[in-house]
């Protein structure tokens, strides 16, 4: 399992790579589809496969409360229980501390959740989050951290990596008495302090992991701040293991983001702003229940082939979506991975060929957008 750098672009920082895990090779940049609790929401496996998707994302907080360790082990383990054959990254619940801040304790040695489903205490540590992972079979583990919101005292920040550093530390040292052939990757923070990126980046480096995240942007702070820490943050990272920066994924801010260096990528938007109407295009931006494609017989892009404009038209799609029919939720989400996929792999082809920065600026202006 390694990671390989093919190519810089010349003109960027962008970069081509290939990831290996035990469940195959993954090209970077990539996009990962984000199946919290083991689906892709509306997508089967198969369409998944089909549409190019290499590696997906779960999530070990949500699976730990259903359906619990035992069921997946008696399963065989993640990949078998969910039906999904190639690589999966899980992540640690290190996102619940920030997005379930109201039913969560954190502690030195770890963190108490009230259960967002049934009220009952549980209580994740650095040791037993890894331990989880490796039940559920996780090809790439994230460790347990805290992902602080925005916007945050520096004095808070800094206690906060003290601990973050500490649990990175203890899950390294439980992932190498699993002896797995799972990847650990560590995750560094530090708000909007970059002295703090720095310093994080640089104790989460001497650790060693087998790639290295950037974690706590996109909590809130603006579009040109996380630019700027991602920028920043990433000149601490070796060159030789992949980077991920978690919890972006606007088609927009990837580009940028591999521009500025970064190789994997995760967000709920084109699945949850598909089963919103949002559509996204080489065009711009479609929302599909909008009155003026009542008429509109044009597929949503005319540009893509992927199977839903292949046969779907606009108007159909809005009468889907302004008669409640699931159909709907599940045809933009579909074109939206689709899409997403066919951006990344775009973008890798134009770093091969050295004209990242042509093909970002063109494309950022194109989607830009509304149709």
């Given at each position: 399992?390694?990671?390989?750098?093919?190519?810089?672009?010349?003109?960027?920082?962008?970069?081509i790579?290939?990831l290996?895990?035990?469940?195959?090779?993954?090209?970077?940049?990539?996009?990962?589809?984000?199946?919290?609790?083991?689906?892709?929401?509306?997508?089967?496996?198969?369409?998944?496969?089909?549409l190019?998707?290499?590696?997906?994302l779960?999530?070990?907080?949500?699976?730990y409360?259903?359906p619990?360790?035992?069921?997946?082990?008696?399963?065989?383990?993640?990949?078998?229980?969910m039906?999904?054959?190639?690589?999966?990254?899980?992540?640690?619940g290190?996102?619940q501390?920030?997005?379930?801040?109201r039913?969560?304790?954190?502690?030195?040695?770890?963190?108490e959740?009230?259960?967002h489903?049934?009220?009952?205490?549980?209580?994740?540590?650095?040791?037993?989050?890894?331990?989880?992972?490796?039940?559920?079979?996780?090809?790439?583990?994230?460790?347990?951290?805290?992902?602080?919101?925005?916007?945050?005292?520096?004095?808070?920040v800094?206690?906060?990596?003290?601990?973050?550093?500490?649990?990175?530390?203890?899950?390294?040292?439980?992932?190498?008495?699993?002896?797995?052939?799972?990847?650990l990757?560590?995750i560094?923070?530090g708000?909007?302090y970059?002295?703090?990126?720095?310093?994080?980046?640089?104790?989460?480096?001497?650790?060693?992991?087998?790639?290295?995240?950037?974690?706590?942007?996109?909590?809130?702070?603006?579009?040109?701040?996380?630019?700027e820490?991602?920028?920043h943050?990433?000149k601490?990272?070796?060159?030789?293991?992949?980077?991920?920066?978690?919890?972006?994924?606007?088609?927009?801010?990837?580009?940028?983001?591999?521009?500025?260096?970064?190789?994997?990528?995760d967000?709920?938007?084109?699945?949850?702003?598909?089963r919103?109407?949002?559509?996204?295009?080489?065009?711009g931006?479609v929302?599909?229940?909008?009155s003026?494609?009542?008429?509109?017989f044009?597929?949503?892009?005319?540009?893509?082939?992927?199977?839903?404009?292949l046969k779907?038209?606009?108007?159909?799609?809005?009468h889907?979506?302004n008669?409640?029919?699931l159909l709907?939720?599940?045809?933009?989400?579909?074109?939206?991975?689709?899409?997403?996929?066919k951006?990344?792999?775009?973008?890798?082809?134009?770093?091969?060929?050295?004209?990242?920065s042509?093909?970002?600026?063109?494309?950022?202006g194109?989607?830009?957008?509304?149709v």
């Amino acid at each position: 399992m390694s990671f390989k750098l093919l190519h810089k672009d010349k003109k960027t920082k962008a970069r081509i790579g290939i990831l290996t895990t035990s469940r195959g090779k993954v090209n970077t940049p990539i996009f990962m589809p984000v199946g919290t609790q083991a689906t892709v929401k509306t997508l089967s496996q198969e369409e998944l496969e089909k549409l190019g998707s290499e590696i997906i994302l779960s999530n070990a907080y949500h699976l730990y409360l259903r359906p619990g360790a035992e069921v997946i082990k008696n399963a065989g383990g993640l990949h078998k229980f969910m039906g999904w054959n190639k690589p999966i990254l899980t992540d640690s619940g290190g996102f619940q501390v920030f997005s379930l801040a109201r039913l969560r304790k954190i502690k030195k040695d770890g963190v108490e959740f009230q259960s967002h489903i049934d009220g009952k205490k549980i209580f994740l540590t650095p040791e037993n989050v890894v331990e989880f992972q490796g039940i559920l079979g996780s090809d790439i583990m994230m460790p347990l951290d805290e992902c602080v919101p925005y916007p945050e005292s520096r004095d808070y920040v800094e206690q906060s990596l003290l601990i973050t550093h500490d649990w990175a530390a203890k899950s390294k040292a439980v992932h190498k008495k699993l002896n797995t052939k799972s990847l650990l990757f560590g995750i560094v923070q530090g708000s909007t302090y970059l002295d703090l990126r720095k310093r994080s980046a640089e104790e989460i480096v001497s650790i060693g992991f087998d790639g290295y995240a950037i974690g706590g942007v996109a909590v809130g702070e603006p579009q040109s701040v996380m630019e700027e820490i991602t920028m920043h943050t990433q000149k601490y990272l070796p060159e030789d293991k992949p980077r991920y920066l978690m919890g972006i994924g606007t088609p927009i801010s990837m580009l940028e983001a591999i521009g500025n260096g970064m190789d994997m990528f995760d967000c709920v938007v084109p699945t949850r702003n598909g089963r919103n109407g949002q559509a996204f295009t080489w065009s711009g931006e479609v929302q599909i229940r909008n009155s003026k494609f009542k008429n509109d017989f044009n597929p949503i892009d005319e540009k893509c082939n992927c199977p839903v404009c292949l046969k779907y038209s606009r108007s159909y799609i809005r009468h889907l979506f302004n008669t409640d029919e699931l159909l709907g939720l599940r045809l933009v989400s579909l074109h939206n991975i689709y899409f997403y996929v066919k951006l990344i792999a775009c973008s890798r082809l134009a770093i091969k060929n050295n004209r990242f920065s042509e093909f970002k600026t063109k494309t950022i202006g194109q989607i830009s957008q509304r149709v």
